[in-house]
């Protein structure tokens, strides 16, 4: 029995036992026992080294995130109203809400500060 698969390089139909592409010569996974008992033959290798971790997951960008969201939301929150809509009714968020958030905001921040 024989089949194709598309190479993992050109997406060339090639046959699913062949171990490169005989097009543009991309190594292939071959889904044989030995192969996927192999941790090489992983699609994707788990990060080994802080310079396989890509940008987005890493601290710096993650406390980016945070210095300039949440000074952005108490900014607009504490310099006028925050509007919502409920049954067709134009409403507003209460001044205790925002308190509320800010705390919520205030305890996380200490809960982090206490673990480091
Ligand atoms: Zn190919």
Redesign the pocket.
Known sequence: MTSLVF??????Q?HETATS?P????PQVVLTKSAAATPAAALTPPIQNYAQVPWYRKRWFAGLCIFLFVPAYFLIAFTGDIYFEKNGELKTISKNEKFIVLGIFIIIVFIRAMRD
């Open positions: 190479c993992r390089g050109c997406a060339h090639i592409c097009k543009c010569g991309a």
